[in-house]
Structures are given as C-alpha cells and as structure tokens.
C-alpha cells in the first residue's frame, strides 16, 4: 500500500481514484457509508459564473472532468449539461453581473446576456421582479439542455 486516504466524500474518493489510475495501491478508509458526508447534500451545480476569478482555471478543468466521467467510470453519473441561469433584480446587480462578465471572459469564461422575453418564454416561473437579462455560459449554451 502507497496511500491511505481518510474519507469517501468527492475528494476522498476522486484522490483515491486517480492516484490508483497513477498505479498508486490505495487504501480508502471511511468512518461511515462512502458519499455520505457534504457530498451527499450536495445541489450538484458546477458552476462557473459568479466565481472568484482565479478559480475559474480549476472550474473549467472541473467541468471538463465531469463531461468525461461517464466514459472514464463506465457508467451514467447523472451529469446533465443545462447551462446555469442567474437573474438580476436591481440596477446594482446588473452593473455587478455586466461587470462580471467582461471581467470573467479573459479568464475563458464567455457569458451571454439574454433577452427578458427569450427568459420568459423559456422559462414561465420568471415573474416580473426580474428586471434584467441573465446570463449562462456560452459552453453551456452549446450543449443540449
Ligand atoms: C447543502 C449543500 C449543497 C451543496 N451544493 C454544492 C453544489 O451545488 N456544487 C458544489 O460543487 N458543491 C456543493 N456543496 C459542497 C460540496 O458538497 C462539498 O464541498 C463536497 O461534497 C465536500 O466533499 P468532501 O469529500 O470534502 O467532504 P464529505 O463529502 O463530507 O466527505 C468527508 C467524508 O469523510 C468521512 N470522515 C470524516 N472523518 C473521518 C475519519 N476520521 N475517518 C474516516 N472517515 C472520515 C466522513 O464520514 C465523510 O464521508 C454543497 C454542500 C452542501 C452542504
């Protein structure tokens, strides 16, 4: 044995699993039931709009992680492409998430401003409170969903 790794959340698990692919032996030891800690309540986003900047290069390198998980486990691990949506209420958050996007777009994150009336038609629950257009990554909007 190489490595004992403590805990059978996402890090534990995902550090056991490429240092074995590094053909390290491995020991995982969990005090409970593997993906039973934060992991479990886990939302399941992936998100890269709203980051801190400096990480978006670990986020992209995240997210290209997670498009070939299926093929690199060899089975379906839930993970669904749909873009991320977020929806401004007021003048200060619109300058904010305008500010964002150019800000983010040298990091490689290209976000799109969309229309209120596409949003609405796309998605009916957007009531009126929302004054301003979101944005979803360009990546995202690419792929289906
Ligand atoms: C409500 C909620 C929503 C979230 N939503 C998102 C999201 O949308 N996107 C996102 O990226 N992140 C999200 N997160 C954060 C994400 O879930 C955590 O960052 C991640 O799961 C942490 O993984 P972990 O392996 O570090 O911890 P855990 O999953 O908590 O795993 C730690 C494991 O270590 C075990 N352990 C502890 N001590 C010992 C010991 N001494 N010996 C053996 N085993 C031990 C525990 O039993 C546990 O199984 C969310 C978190 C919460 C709580």
Redesign the pocket.
């Known amino acids: 044995m190489d490595v004992i790794v ?9 550090s056991a699993y490429f240092l074995a692919r590094r053909g390290l032996k491995v020991t995982l ?19 890269r709009s709203g980051r801190y900047l400096p990480q978006l290069p670990l986020a992209h390198r ?1 997210l290209s992680l997670w498009r070939e998980a299926e093929a690199m486990l060899g089975q379906d691990v839930e993970f669904r492409p749909t873009g991320h949506l977020r929806l401004v209420f007021g003048e200060t958050g619109l300058a904010a998430m305008r500010a964002f996007i150019e800000a983010a777009r040298p990091w490689g994150l290209a976000l799109d401003e969309l229309d209120m009336r596409d949003v609405r038609g796309r998605f009916p629950g957007v009531g009126p409170g929302a004054i301003a257009p979101p944005s979803r990554p360009t990546t995202a909007a690419a792929t289906p969903g």
């Open positions: 403590l805990g059978g959340g996402l890090m534990g698990t995902a030891v969990e005090r409970n039931r593997v993906g039973s800690g934060a992991t479990v309540a886990s939302f399941g986003n992936i998100r995240s």
